[in-house]
Every structure is written in C-alpha cells, then in structure tokens.
C-alpha cells in the first residue's frame, strides 16, 4: 500500500467498459514522512468517496486492477482506503552500539 494526497479530479471524455461511475482523481505519492514524492498520477477510486486534499492509501499494477470490481479492467493505480491520520513511528536505530573493551 502507498501513501497519496488527491490533488484534482479527471473528467473522462470516453469511458472504458468496467469503469462506468467510478471517479477518477488525481494523486500525489507522499512519503512517510507526508512530504510529495514523485509525479502525480491517476487512480480509479474504488471507495468512491475520496475528495480533493483527502489522504488516502492506494495500490499500483495488477493489484490497482485486481480493486475494482469487475476485477482486471485497465488501471495503473486504485485508491482502495482512506485515511485518517498517519504519523510515522519514530526510527529505531539499526546500528550495533560499539561494546568498550576491556584492558
């Protein structure tokens, strides 16, 4: 799952079989730290209740495809959760602490 912000909206002019109703939003990748990553890009909303500057959790690929139902129509990204609030942990240090010897 990734983390975006919905930025805009797409207005279809032609609308491929399978993806009849469903909104089609415009979303910035954000980092775990809620900074932007990326360029935006165009997810399916399968929740159909995302809005603009809402956080939101979305999928790429076939598992994008795989979230609408009917499964496997053509999407390269679905918004498959929203999101409340996300705050990231804080980091745990992976270093090895340095042992002193003994002299």
Not at 33 to 43: E, F, V, Y
Not at 46 to 71: C, D, F, K, Q
Request: aromatic fraction near 2%; proline fraction near 9%; include cysteine.
């Amino acid at each position: 799952m990734l983390l975006g912000r919905v930025v805009g909206t797409v207005v279809p002019a032609l609308v491929t079989e399978g993806l009849e109703g469903i909104p089609l939003l415009i979303v910035q990748p954000l980092a775990l730290d809620g900074t932007s990553q990326g360029m935006p890009l165009i997810c399916a909303d399968s929740t159909r209740m995302a809005g603009r500057n809402e956080l939101v959790i979305y999928e790429g690929g076939r598992e994008a495809a795989m979230a609408l139902t009917p499964w496997f129509v053509p999407v390269d990204g679905a918004i498959i959760g929203l999101v409340d609030e996300a705050s990231p942990t804080p980091s745990v240090s992976t270093k090895p602490q340095s042992k002193k010897r003994a002299r």
